[in-house]
């Protein structure tokens, strides 16, 4: 009987100095792999422009294991747009992205492939739990995600990182959002598709440090909230707006005041200040509010290339080596 072609599902990998932990995270991955023989896997590790040795040890790999490919950035370009690179050389049915430090649970997997054979296009795993995370971290990350969700339009996964399953219709939307200033979070809801949860528990990282500080999180939500919504520029009109009315009152006030025989016109420097102080708060305020949208006008208007590669390797994808032939259906080997 002739058998369809195996589908096939790249494992997308977006590293920075992940050297201590690629091992294991081959590993750990493989060994979930080699459970699912029904399909043709490769793994697509893009380096962030790492300056340890993350992609020699992918180099190293793909000598022995032919389904691996790789990327190489020409710098740090930062997470976001490395999973870009990837998404853009990923020739496969559907592409799983995955943090290399073993955060997301290679174990949910074969889940997220079962619901994709279901119909789901985009299969996102959702945290319980955050392990090995500070309460800062953890109640910082709940909060923005309400403050986002409630200014947009679009529906926002809340505690959804980027560990999710996309199929070839989601990968080829994601392709065409070149904006250089990305946030992916943003884009998965914007491009729709039938989306699906798959709850889970996160780990703390298996080997070696964050690379995300506080600094980069606050600069990657201010970009997520300026690319979802032009909101932040109506509340500075409507704050202006207030503060105007409220302005025109009190000056009716001080004008009657100052006609009504016996009231005093000259004391009121402490309201004075008062005054001028808070209105210049506002009007710093909403001149920066302006300034983050033209920024990103700006960066977006020069249209700079959203990433630069110094190195691609495209391996091919198939089965783990050990387990049979990767000419599709010639084994029969998955009985
Ligand atoms: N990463 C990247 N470029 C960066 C920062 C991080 O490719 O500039 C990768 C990193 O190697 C890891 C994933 O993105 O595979 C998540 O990073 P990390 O674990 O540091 O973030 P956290 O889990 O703390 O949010
Ligand atoms: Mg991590």
């Known amino acids: 009987m002739q058998e369809p072609p195996l589908k096939s599902i790249s494992i997308l990998v977006p590293m920075f100095n992940e050297e201590a932990v690629l091992p294991l995270f081959y590993e750990a991955v493989d060994a979930v792999l080699t459970q699912l023989p029904g399909y043709r896997f ?30 190489v950035l020409s710098r740090n370009f930062g997470k976001e747009r490395a999973m870009l690179a990837g998404l853009d050389v990923a020739d496969t049915d559907a592409t799983i992205v995955i943090d290399a430090d073993l955060q997301d649970p290679p174990s949910l997997i074969p889940k997220m492939i079962e619901l994709w054979e279901e119909g789901w296009q985009d299969v996102y795993a959702q945290r319980r739990s955050r392990a090995g995370e500070s309460w800062l971290k953890r109640s910082t990350s709940r909060w923005y995600y309400r403050v986002l969700q409630s200014v947009s339009r679009v529906s926002i996964q809340a505690d959804t990182g980027d560990f999710r399953l996309l199929d070839r ?13 990305r946030n992916m979070k943003a884009l998965f809801s914007l491009v729709g598709f039938r989306k ?43 704050i202006g707006v207030i503060v105007s009315l409220a302005a025109f009152v009190y000056l009716v006030i001080i004008v009657a005041r100052a006609l ?76």
């Open 260 to 335: 009504i025989p016996g009231g005093e016109s000259v004391a009121g420097y402490p309201s004075l200040m008062a005054v001028i102080l808070f209105l210049g708060g506002v009007q710093l305020l909403s001149l920066g509010v302006i300034g983050e949208y033209i920024a990103r006008i700006f960066s977006e208007t020069k249209a700079r290339p959203v990433y630069l590669t110094s190195e691609v390797r495209l391996g091919t994808p198939g089965h783990a080596p050990g387990r049979g032939d990767d000419v599709p259906g010639a084994a029969g080997h998955d009985g």
């Open 196 to 238: 699906i949860a798959l709850p889970f528990d996160r780990d703390p990282r298996a080997a070696g440090g964050t690379k995300f500080n506080y600094w980069k999180l606050g600069n990657l939500a201010v970009d997520g909230i300026t690319s979802f919504t032009t909101l932040p520029l109506r509340l500075s009109s409507i």
């Open 169 to 181: 219709d989601c990968v080829m939307a994601l392709r065409r959002y070149r904006e250089s200033e």
């Open 42 to 71: 490769e793994y697509l590790f893009v380096d962030d422009g790492s300056t340890d040795g993350s992609a020699d040890f992918v180099r190293s790999l793909a000598q022995r294991d032919p389904r691996v490919s790789l990327v």
